[in-house]
């Protein structure tokens, strides 16, 4: 699985790269925020296992450029909450759209009932993952 990824995954991360500009912590933050609000940066740190000082940059150079908000949290005025902006989602749709021509493409090789067991396999895979990657952080697993 890994071989197959690698030529899956790097090629379009570089080219997601040089399109928008981002390094891939900078995108790893983005997707992060679009499937959960509310995050920190060390919550962020914990989901990805990235260190603090590249997410933190990460978050710097998207508040920069407009993709990413950073505001005190209310409740606890030491936490800095993150949300993902307009502009940010735009950016991260951009990306994700990409990234499923790229699978929609790959895909093509095999059959329609192929396609319907590879995804109910990947999908067995993904629901079991606290079993098989017992280090993963709890906020990673959903908790």
Known sequence: MAFITNFYREPLLRRMERETGMIRPELTVLMCLSHRSGLNARDICEI????SNTVSR???ALVEKGYVTRTRDA???RRNVLAITEAGKAVHDRVMATFADAERVMLETLEPEEVEVLTRLLDKL????ER???GLPA???GG
């Open 48 to 51: 990805t296992e990235q260190p």
């Open 58 to 60: 990460a978050v710097g």
């Open 75 to 77: 409740v606890d005025t």
């Open 126 to 129: 993904a629901r079991d993952v």
């Open 132 to 134: 098989w990657a017992p």
């Open 139 to 141: 906020k990673a697993q």
